[in-house]
């Protein structure tokens, strides 16, 4: 079996599109969007108990030193996936052209050809941990238990692989039952369990080491769901043996997409990492809660990205350049809009958020802020990387890694500067969140120009009608705040979400924006 082209060449036109294939790929975004989205009001339904329990039981300390160990833990596990989350997807378009019984063999061997790699990738990985815990742990442990973690790192990648294999059947259910329900539910109902059981167990250590232990058992739980279904699709492989030269090759092929998705993740954790090392636990703690609540707008980039990486490829293989820009501006705009209302409707009433995990936490209200901007600042950057990492991959990582490199000096220098004016800790979470929000901007502009280069047309996500819609809903949420902080919550954010949603609905989308909300287009 050979491998393409380790990078395709600019594409010099586009090819003409057939409005019959366009439309099916566009219906497929559109249901898979849906798919997904309900599986991210289901992840926002089964975080909010994990971060209630964590900040009320655990403290604000052992949150800080979890979230420092958990950086490492999810960055080398996405590492050792390979990037399959979308390389497989090309290695299955490209490597099995034909049907049948013969090519459903061949996928098979060749998703087992990169669980191989990554269980490999991931053995010498937490080996490096194991030998040097102080890396993972720059603020202590917990409890001796903590060092388990890196058992997580072969199961996260792993769960990334098949759920990329599924993906390619547009199977996104699989994905949203692993991370949308399986993995929060079960990290949340172990963390309580792990609280409670030395009452009964006689085992003091499982209480300090409750989160580390909760976190492996979610990860396992989700890898188990993601199997199921994929031995119910692919099956065992029939006649699969190590090719050492092979995966030579698609380890090498796959550094750039690694390095990508690595760096696209980093910038979400170094900030992290760096406050573990010049800033208390508890401003890690603070940093790591508003960043798990600012996180849930940007798990919607994903409610499209399984499904995105294979129609892209399909696209590409036909060189149908236009209808990957008209693909790229309709998911980008999607993705905007619904990560700016639920960027207001958490950020507007951001202190009563934070307080529902702990009084203490309320002073993260100004990190959560930077971090909801920041996510509606990177909707563009994700949409263009998710064609750039097909057809510039190196232009792309380059990118990526200035993008972080750019973050890491600006949070260094931001928390110097509040050190040297004397300001508290929470400020030092600010301006770390800060710091994400202007890298994350620049990598946005300089990624969709370069997209726009080279598919030779317009890639923009960018609408007026954001404004128009957000501007009445910073209204209504700002008159929510006078009123009890319960009643803020209760009834603040369902307005604004209605508010904005009304507007972008009248005023911003067009029938093809209307296709996300329709089951049976055409029917």
Not at 395 to 410: E, F, H, P
Not at 419 to 439: D, R, V, Y
Request: proline share 6%.
């Amino acid at each position: 079996m050979s491998l393409p082209p380790v990078s395709s060449p600019p594409p010099a036109s586009g090819a003409a599109s057939t409005p019959g294939d366009d439309n099916a790929d566009m219906q497929a975004l559109a249901k898979g969007g849906r798919t997904n989205f309900f599986g991210f009001i289901l992840r926002l339904v089964a975080r909010l108990p994990f971060l209630f329990i964590a900040g009320r039981l655990y403290g604000i300390d052992a949150v800080g030193r979890f979230a420092s160990a958990l950086v490492l833990i999810e960055i080398l596990g996405l590492v050792c996936s390979l990037g399959e989350k979308r390389g497989l997807a090309q290695r299955l378009t490209e490597g099995t052209d034909d049907e049948g019984p013969e090519a459903e063999r061949a996928k098979v061997n060749l998703v087992f050809d990169g669980m191989l790699i990554a269980l490999i990738l991931s053995a010498f990985a937490g080996l490096f941990l194991w030998l040097f815990p102080v890396v993972m742990f720059p603020n202590g442990m917990n409890s001796e238990y903590d060092i388990w973690l890196i058992a997580a790192i072969p199961a996260f990648a792993l769960t990334e692989i098949l759920l990329a294999a599924q993906a390619y059947k547009y199977d996104i259910a699989t994905t949203v039952r692993a991370r949308a329900v399986v993995e929060p539910w079960t990290i949340s109902i172990m963390a309580g369990v792990f609280f409670y059981l030395p009452l009964y167990s006689g085992i003091p250590e499982f209480r300090e080491a409750g989160l580390a232990l909760a976190f492996i058992c979610s990860i396992y739980a989700a890898l188990l769901t993601a199997a199921w279904s994929f031995l119910r699709s692919y099956g065992l492989p029939s006649g699969w043996r190590p090719r050492p030269r092979y995966m030579w090759k698609v380890t090498a092929r796959a550094l750039p997409l690694m390095g990508a998705d690595a760096v696209e993740w980093g910038t979400r954790r170094v900030d992290i990492f760096i406050l573990g090392f010049f800033a208390s636990p508890a401003a890690v703690a603070v940093y790591y809660m508003a960043q798990q609540i600012a996180s849930l707008p940007q798990k919607l980039k994903t409610s499209f990205e399984p499904v995105l990486g294979p129609v892209i490829t399909k696209n590409l293989k036909s060189k149908n350049y236009a209808a990957i820009a008209a693909q790229v501006r309709q998911v980008g705009f999607w993705i905007i809009a619904a990560q700016a209302a639920i960027a207001l409707a958490l950020g507007v009433p951001g202190e009563g958020v934070m307080g529902l995990i702990g009084p203490q936490y309320v002073g993260g209200t100004g990190a959560l802020a930077f971090l909801l901007a920041a996510e509606v600042a990177a909707a563009m950057a994700v949409v263009s990387e998710s064609v750039l990492v097909y057809i510039a991959r190196k232009r792309n990582l380059l990118i990526s890694v200035c993008t972080i490199a750019l973050q890491a000096a600006l949070t260094i220098g931001i928390i110097k500067g509040v050190e040297h004016l004397g300001f508290s800790e929470p400020f030092k979470a600010a301006g770390a969140a800060l710091a994400l929000l202007i890298a994350l901007g620049c990598a946005s502009l300089v990624k969709a120009l370069l997209l726009k280069k080279l598919l030779k047309a317009p890639v923009s996500n960018w609408r007026w009608a954001l404004v128009w819609a957000a501007a009445p809903a910073v209204v209504v949420g700002t008159a929510a705040t006078w009123l009890p902080e319960w009643a803020e919550l209760l009834f603040g954010i369902p307005a604004i979400l209605l508010t904005f949603g009304w507007v972008i609905w009248r005023r911003g989308f067009g029938e093809e924006d209307r296709l996300l909300f329709r089951k049976n287009v055409g029917g």
